[in-house]
């Protein structure tokens, strides 16, 4: 799928060799930026894009008659179907053991376990990365490179995540190489080193644990209330001896019953399922604290240093605490480059069944987290025919958008070109051109 047809791409197509790497990664995908003698927030995309308002349909179809099938965006088929599936699965060690791998900075991803990421490679080292791994553990790391204070100023995040490759395009070659990697556990990066003749960087770094923390009210060991632990097959029961039991605990000791509630994570799961209810069309939302974590981290459309947060919490009941924090603090998704509001956070709903966000490349190998959204404002479209070409989901044609103000590239609009698929149109924006507007904070009523 093409992204903004007027950025271009240094990659477009074209074996990439010998030159150092990093500057391949800054040359494309970036927006020109010209500062404007009238307006700190005056840009232009370049000067081939031409933009139209929106058609006159205001009103959006009901995500709720959803018939789209969510599992299809996961396949990626935009990618071919000449991919080969690679079985079975490695976790690193968790303990103090420093790995060393290659390390494949990714700019504007911020990679979470279970996230996909599908990549078109035309990067002569990365392919060669590719195939030394795929002779092994068939593991990269991956880490986001935040910007500094010029756009070609880089350096890189303190986390990250291993990614593993599960699918292959047979008989990749020396000029260009698809594949599908996934999340798999975060580190701490310890240490990168860049290496000579354009090649990656090779990374050492250290699992991070995944804790697990037991109800905090049996840690207080009172022997006389074991008999409450018991879970019983009928869970109104088993609700009334919770109830009993933190009723007896915080009489005898000095906290209060909600400080514990605070951190017992069923009681965190199912206030997260009770606030992610309200989204519409939400599908096919993990119930295990851990997934469940690393689901809504994924999902919350944060900028780059935010979303770096949760990965570096070791616990699934941190990770859930600070996430439904962070959904109590703000409504509203905004250009990134001008504030203009853009969509509701209420709006966003799920395309995939991999979450309320999900990962794609276009054909130049450039990699877009996208948010599904159900209705948007301040958009303005490219004026040419909306194209099926290489559409992230089937079914769906693309247009680009832009802010209306600044005209930074924001996403697509997908309309629907098969009949009876609903919805009819939506919007896929760009995590990396969003930001959020505190419009005041609210009380979960979960
Ligand atoms: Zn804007």
New binding site residues.
């Given amino acids: 799928m093409d992204d903004e047809r007027s950025e271009g791409s240094a990659w477009s197509g074209s074996e990439v060799d010998g030159d150092d790497w990093m500057e391949q990664v800054r040359g494309f995908g970036e927006l020109e930026e010209v500062p404007d003698s009238d307006s700190d927030?005056e840009y232009r995309i370049l000067p081939t894009l031409t933009v139209e308002a929106p058609p006159e349909n205001p009103e959006p179809s009901d995500p709720h008659e959803q018939t789209f099938d969510p599992n299809l965006p996961m396949q990626h088929a935009y990618l071919g179907n000449d991919l080969t599936i690679l079985h079975g699965r490695t976790l690193l060690d968790e303990d103090e053991v420093a790995h060393w791998m290659p390390l494949l900075p990714q700019i504007d991803v911020v990679l979470v376990p279970g996230q996909t990421l599908p990549l078109s490679v035309f990067h002569l080292p990365t392919i060669q990365m590719i195939n030394r791994v795929l002779e092994g553990n068939r593991i990269f790391a991956t880490v986001c490179m935040l910007r500094q204070n010029t756009l070609s100023d880089y350096t890189y995040a303190d986390v990250g995540t291993t990614a593993e490759i599960y699918e292959v395009q047979e008989g990749g070659n020396n000029h260009s190489m698809r594949i599908k990697a996934i999340g798999r556990q975060r580190f701490k990066l310890l240490e990168a080193k860049e290496q000579s003749g354009g090649r990656l960087p090779t990374a050492r770094i250290k699992i991070l644990p995944e804790i697990s923390l037991s109800n905090p009210m049996a840690e207080m060991s009172f022997t006389g209330l074991n008999r409450y632990w018991s879970k019983t097959s009928n869970e109104s029961e088993t609700v009334k001896k919770i109830r009993k039991l933190r009723s007896n605990v915080s009489a005898i000791s000095a906290i209060p019953s909600w400080v514990y509630d605070q951190y017992d994570v069923d009681r965190l799961v199912k206030r997260m399922l009770c606030v992610l209810s309200s989204h519409k069309a939400v599908s096919q939302i993990p119930t295990d604290p851990v997934e469940l974590s690393f689901w809504v981290a994924r999902s919350l459309p944060l900028p780059d240093s935010k979303r770096l947060i949760p990965l570096r919490m070791n616990c699934a009941i941190q990770r859930l605490r600070w996430e439904l924090s962070t959904l109590e603090e703000f409504s509203h998704l905004c250009?990134r480059?001008?504030y203009?509001t853009i969509a509701n956070h209420g709006d966003v709903f799920s395309m995939s069944a991999e979450g309320l966000q999900g990962t794609y490349c276009n054909l130049y190998g450039y990699v877009y987290e996208t948010i599904t959204i159900y209705k948007a404002t301040g958009l303005q479209l490219q004026n040419v025919p909306p194209s099926t070409n290489a559409s992230w989901f089937p079914g769906y044609a693309w247009t680009v958008a832009a802010?209306s103000?600044?005209r930074?590239h924001m996403g697509w609009k997908f309309t629907a070109v098969e009949p009876e698929v609903k919805p009819r149109e939506f919007w896929g924006l760009c995590r990396r051109s969003l930001t959020t507007k505190k419009v005041g904070s609210f009380k979960l009523q979960c």
Wanted: net charge positive.
């Fill in positions: 927030y250009c480059h001008c203009q802010c103000r600044c930074k």
